[in-house]
């Protein structure tokens, strides 16, 4: 199985793959409205915004799993992540990341991740996972790394190829 075979639900509803997205670089976020770490969101865009038209996007699934810090619908969290973040990467519905209703996207992504990077858990809201153009994770990252943190990382998967 590979990471663009799964089957994932847009914010608004839509079943697709993660198939359009492939050859880009990947940042994979499980996301909260209602967490101390939600101003993450804004160093989220901005990466997308500086790198968005270089092959990277932000792919942000929110989830309601730690202390019920995703409370809304999607169309609630469509609204809250627009009016507070004007968030444009996509969104997708909202999912378990961990445990027996682990989405399988999730499950690959925590089972799959390389030494030394991997922690064989998710440990809050705002988990970040980096993917190379072909697949591949190359990356996790804790809760509580702030996005641009990541930049350096970023730019060099981009680099290798252009």
């Not at 804004?42 to 202390?67: H, I, M, R």
């Not at 990356?139 to 290798?160: C, F, G, M, V």
């Amino acid at each position: 199985m590979t990471l663009y075979k799964f089957n994932v639900k847009t914010i608004d509803g839509k079943e697709t793959t993660l198939e359009p997205f492939k050859g880009k670089v990947l940042l994979i976020v499980n996301t909260a409205s209602a967490c101390g770490l939600t101003p993450h969101y804004e160093g989220l865009q901005k990466l997308y915004n500086t790198y968005g038209d270089q092959g990277f996007t932000v792919l942000g699934f929110p989830c309601s799993q730690f202390a019920g810090q995703e409370p809304g619908t999607e169309e609630e969290i469509k609204t809250f992540c627009d009016l507070n973040y004007r968030v444009t990467f996509p969104m997708f519905s909202k999912i378990d990341v961990k445990g027996e209703q682990a989405h399988p996207l999730y499950k690959y992504l925590v089972e799959n991740t390389p030494s030394p990077y991997r922690t064989g858990d998710i440990e809050w809201n705002f988990v970040k996972f980096l993917i190379d153009q072909h697949g591949n994770i190359v990356k996790q990252y804790s809760a509580r790394t702030e996005p641009e943190a990541l930049e350096a990382d970023i730019k060099q998967l981009l680099e290798k190829n252009s």
